[in-house]
């Protein structure tokens, strides 16, 4: 019998499946998504293949529980903020901020792409489908910006909304202060620096 981890038999099956998911993901950011199997897993997370089955079959079912997971949670979050009418131009690269930094903590900053061109491998529709519903939401909340002033016009909210995407899937060591600036300043109208960085100047002198 596997040891238990947790107190309740339903923490513990939702902290060996995220254990499962983040193993995972790791082993495929590491050896490429044809090097993974089943039993590569099972030895990462400290548990039994038997078990592993219990619950996945196959590795395929393991990303896109982890695509889900991880899509789940940022689509939510984006959601509230698209239906928030006095979010701001600030709001929208906070969220790209607080995206990249998560990947950063979980030191999965290029798994993102990785799994999904891993899912890709079997099912091309899945990622397709996930990242366009993610890129329309962006795409809603921008035009809605836009029309407020707070974001520049002369380009296409679609493509904007692709480039906040990008953002939030870029390498991990790109993202700093200066790049997230950057961002902003890239949103805002008239190339003017956004309000944020204005206050992060006036903050450095």
Known sequence: MPRIWADS???HRRQVRDAILDATAALIAERGPTSVAMSTIADRVGIGRA???KYFPDVESI???WHARDF???FAQLTDLTEDDSATLEDVVDFVRRHSAR???RGTGDVVGTVAHAIAGHRGAIPDAVERQITTALASLVGRLARQGQVRSDLPVESLARWL??????????HDDALIELLADSL???GSPSPARRRNRAARH
């Open 9 to 11: 038999i339903d923490l």
């Open 51 to 53: 078990t592993l089955y």
């Open 63 to 65: 990303l896109l529980a």
């Open 72 to 74: 789940g949670d940022r």
């Open 103 to 105: 990947h950063d903590a």
């Open 165 to 174: 995407l990008h953002a939030i899937h870029a390498p991990t060591e790109i």
């Open 188 to 190: 805002a109208p008239g």
